[in-house]
C-alpha cells in the first residue's frame, strides 16, 4: 500500500522559512516522480512543483508563484520528498500534500496534507 | 482563476446521475491527459479518473471519464450520498510547463 507521510508544517512569519518533509513507503521511491500541490484555505487545489526521478535527470519544476523562492529535493536513500519554502508570503499559507506523478504527468496517490500558516 | 473551467456546483438525487465539464484549451486538455480528483469533506484528495478515462484499482465503474477536444467530463452514476464531495480535473499544460486544476465543481445531492 501506497503511503505519503507530510510533516514539518506549522505557522512561520511572512519572510521566513519552513521545511517540509514526505516519507513515502509501498512503492519504489526512487524510480518515482514526485509533487507538491497547495490548497489555500477554502479554496482550490494548485500545484507547486515536482522533481523527476534521478535515473530521469533528477530536474525540477516548479509553478510561477513560488519559482525562486521554493525548492524540491529528494533523498532516495531515506525515501523522502523534501519542500524548502523561503521568502513566505501571506499567500503561501495552506495543506500541502505531497504526491506521485503517475500516467499523464499527473497526481496519483496523494499524503494526508501538513498545514503551512504564514502570519505576523 | 483556473485555466480549466469547471462549473462551480451541480446536484441531483440519489440514484440518479450527473456530469461535471472541465473545458480547457489545446496546450492542456487538447493535447494531454486529463485526470479528476474527488476531495470529501475535510480529508485529501482522491484520484478517480486518470489518462483520460482510466480507473484506479478500487474506484467502482459508477464513476467514468471522456475527453473530447478541449473539454472532459466526468460522470457519475447511482448517486449515493456519500459522493457529496468537491470535484477537480486536472491537466499537464505545455505552455506553462506546469499541472493546471480546475477551480472544483461541489457535488451535493438532494
Known amino acids: 500500500e501506497v503511503q505519503l507521510v507530510e510533516s514539518g508544517g506549522g505557522l512561520v512569519k511572512p519572510g521566513g522559512s519552513l521545511r517540509l518533509s514526505c516519507a513515502a513507503s509501498?512503492?519504489?521511491?526512487?524510480?518515482?516522480?514526485m509533487s507538491w500541490v497547495r490548497q489555500p484555505p477554502g479554496k482550490g487545489l494548485e500545484w507547486v512543483g515536482r522533481?523527476?526521478?534521478?535515473?530521469?535527470?533528477?530536474?525540477?519544476e516548479y509553478a510561477a508563484p513560488v519559482k525562486g523562492r521554493f525548492t524540491i529535493s529528494r533523498d532516495d536513500s531515506k525515501s523522502t520528498l523534501y519542500l524548502q519554502m523561503n521568502s513566505l508570503k501571506t499567500e503561501d499559507a495552506g495543506v500541502y500534500y505531497c504526491?506521485?506523478?503517475?500516467?499523464?504527468?499527473?497526481?496519483?496517490?496523494w499524503g494526508q496534507g501538513t498545514l503551512v500558516t504564514v502570519s505576523s | 482563476q483556473s485555466v480549466l473551467t469547471q462549473p462551480p456546483s451541480v446536484s441531483a438525487a440519489p440514484g440518479q446521475k450527473v456530469t461535471i465539464s472541465c473545458s480547457g484549451s489545446s496546450s492542456n486538455i487538447g493535447n494531454n491527459y486529463v485526470s479528476w480528483y474527488q476531495q470529501l469533506p475535510g480529508t485529501a484528495p482522491k484520484l478517480l479518473i486518470y489518462?483520460?478515462?482510466k480507473r484506479p484499482s478500487g474506484i467502482p465503474d459508477r464513476f467514468s471519464g471522456s475527453k473530447s477536444g478541449t473539454s472532459a467530463t466526468l460522470g457519475i452514476t447511482g448517486l449515493q450520498t456519500g459522493d457529496e464531495a468537491d470535484y477537480y480535473c486536472g491537466a499537464w499544460d505545455n505552455s506553462l510547463s506546469a499541472v493546471l486544476f480546475g477551480g472544483g465543481t461541489k457535488l451535493t445531492i438532494l
Open positions: 504526491t506521485t506523478v503517475g500516467g499523464g504527468l499527473m497526481v496519483f496517490y
Open positions: 509501498g512503492f519504489t521511491f526512487s524510480h518515482s516522480w
Open positions: 522533481i523527476k526521478s534521478k535515473a530521469d535527470g533528477g530536474t525540477t
Open positions: 489518462e483520460n478515462n
